[in-house]
């Protein structure tokens, strides 16, 4: 789905119309590259999360998530168009290229945040994604419950307008598998 300028009119209904921020022309001034050390494959080791994203116009650049297990081997890899770090719903709260940089550079720093990182322990039923879904619903349930029987986060990133995945690792496996999306 393009992110450029659209009228969403309701007028018809008595609502009001919203203008949305064409972001197509929308960049990156410098490259943005984070890490963070953190236990998830199991609890006694740390693994590495590294988030980048390159400088330049976001339609036409690539940014990546790559997890790298204690001992240095890949254990996932993401690469995606930079774009799809828009929420399109933000863009109708935006109006200049100054806060469409912000809010991108805000967004850039949140991925690999502590709220990025699920505890299954911590899921109250009916609330949230995880907590109103059934079990049918889950990409990946076997995982679901071995990150929870050893204690070991989900972790979560979300994309485009409501690509929201929980990721989990699968012992079985030997590499992150995807547990549960939304939407």
Do not use: W
């Not at 009001?16 to 410098?30: A, G, H, I, P």
């Amino acid at each position: 789905m393009s992110l450029l300028i659209a009228m969403f009119t309701l007028s018809a209904i008595g609502q009001e119309e919203y203008e949305y921020f064409d972001c197509s022309n929308s960049v990156f001034r410098e490259n943005f590259a984070d890490t963070i050390f953190t236990t998830f494959t199991n609890r006694k080791v740390k693994d590495r999360f590294t988030f980048y994203v390159p400088k330049g116009r976001i339609h036409d650049t690539f940014s990546y998530l790559e997890i790298t297990n204690a001992a240095g081997e890949i254990i996932y890899s993401k690469r995606f168009e930079t774009f799809l770090l828009v929420n399109g719903y933000a863009l109708n709260e935006i109006t200049t290229e100054a806060e469409m940089e912000y809010y991108l550079v805000n967004k850039a720093k949140t991925i690999l945040e502590p709220d990025a990182f699920t505890y299954i322990a911590n899921i109250v039923p009916g609330e949230g994604i995880l907590g109103q879904k059934d079990l049918d619903e889950f990409d990946n349930f076997v995982v679901f419950l071995e990150c929870e029987r050893e204690k070991r986060p989900l972790f979560s990133i979300g994309l485009g307008e409501e690509d929201i995945s929980f990721f989990g690792y699968s012992n079985k496996e030997s590499r992150v598998v995807l547990v549960a999306s939304c939407c």
